[in-house]
């Protein structure tokens, strides 16, 4: 005989939430959350909807993923660096908008994971773990390879972590993932080909501060078989460029 369930609503929908493990930003799907907690799918299914309305979790397609109210509650406190940041790069991610069309990301990193400062929608909203505020593993996203090959000891962090396989074309081979890195310090361009989301694919290139070392990086990305990330490599490193140049010019102006 089956031992009856003696947690409460409470605890069961505390349980879900801990269910989404490392996948809280992409999704999971109701079955396997459900599978997780030894819950039926229609308590699941119940629980979630109840969560989903407090916030606490959304859908993402035919999946769920963890809510803005949970990332509220994580985040930092406002920074005068973070703030610097929006502020003064944000109208370089709506010309790189107003060009490409395109999904766009302004990001940092955040530790292992790549932190999303601002985000702007294209006209067809494309599926995306992305959200502002959000995070994401920094080694399977493009602007979270991006920081991370010039930051040493986060990347050697990540290389002797476990690389969790988000898609069939996540890099997990550590000595892949180095290589790959070094060439994107060496380019200054990084992409993501399906590593995070099948039929995603995203280039990034980083807004370098004076001492060649990047605060922050943009990000295009679209559909695969439909944006063709290498045709805005060019206007991606002007965009960057120029929001470069406006950060120093920035930090150069005397307090008031």
Known sequence: MTSRDTRTAVDKAMALLRAFGDEGSVGVG???LARRCDLSKSTAFRLLGILAKNGAVER?????????????????????????????????????????????????????????????????????????????????TAVGKMMLAYDHDAMEQVLAGDLQAWTPHTITDPAKLRAELE?????????????????????????????????ASFSVSGRVGVMDPER??????????????????????PLP
Request: proline share 7%.
């Open 60 to 140: 993402a397609g035919s999946s769920y993923r963890l809510g803005p109210m949970l990332f509220d509650l994580a985040e930092p406190q406002p920074s005068p660096h973070i703030d610097l940041l929006n502020e003064v790069l944000t109208p370089y991610l709506a010309k790189l908008f107003e060009v490409t069309r395109q999904t766009v990301h302004l990001a940092v990193l955040a530790g292992h994971e790549v932190m999303y400062l601002n985000k702007l929608h294209a006209q067809f909203k494309v599926s995306s773990p992305s959200r502002i505020g959000g995070r994401a593993p920094a080694y399977c």
């Open 30 to 32: 109701v079955s396997e």
């Open 232 to 253: 805005y490599e060019q206007l991606l490193r002007k965009v960057c460029f120029e929001a470069a140049k406006a950060i120093a010019a920035r930090r150069r102006r």
């Open 183 to 215: 060439e994107i310090r060496e380019t200054n361009v990084a992409f993501d080909r399906q590593e995070i989301m099948m039929g995603l694919n995203c280039i990034a290139a980083p807004v370098m501060s004076p001492a060649r070392i990047p605060i």
